[in-house]
């Protein structure tokens, strides 16, 4: 389900707006002010879907704060987490870019970032591995992590 749709928080009125994922390309207003919303190109506020071929362009060369998160379709604690790491993109837009890794699918990064279980989550900040978060943290605990990276 979290699949699906995203948060956009309204500069304006601060409401929380769900857009549906298929929509992320068309323009959307808020749907209590009616401000347009805006989709920041370089921190999208949903965990954007990384694999090999994209990893280096998306994250080591990303200028700044990334929260990688590595997860798997069979993991339940990953399908807890991914909403939650949706959320925190949208909270934390314009300060740290999420993206969210296939473990199955991307076995080299996996590997080269030695992520041995899922869900694991590496904080890079300009390019370097600046913290490893194993398993499913609560939020407030991921919070403090995002704040101790910026
Ligand atoms: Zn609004």
Redesign the pocket.
């Known amino acids: 389900m979290a699949e699906d749709s995203f948060i956009i928080r ?1 500069d ?4 929380k707006n769900r857009i549906p994922r298929s929509r992320s390309g068309e323009r959307a207003v ?1 749907g ?4 347009p919303l805006h989709f920041s190109a370089g921190y999208p506020q949903y965990a954007i879907a990384v694999d090999e071929s994209s990893f280096e362009r998306e994250v080591i060369r990303f200028p700044g704060p990334v929260l990688v998160l590595f997860w798997a379709t069979w993991c339940g604690h990953c399908r807890v987490l991914l909403p939650i790491v949706d959320e925190l993109a949208s909270e934390f837009s314009g300060l740290v870019k999420f993206v969210k890794v296939d473990l199955d699918r991307n076995p080299v990064v996996a590997s080269t970032y030695q992520v041995q279980s899922v869900p694991t989550m590496i904080e890079f900040k300009n390019g370097r591995l600046f913290n490893r978060l194993l398993g499913a943290l609560p939020k407030d605990q991921i919070v403090r992590n995002l704040r101790a990276m910026l």
């Open positions: 309204c304006r009125c601060g409401t808020c209590k002010c009616r401000a």
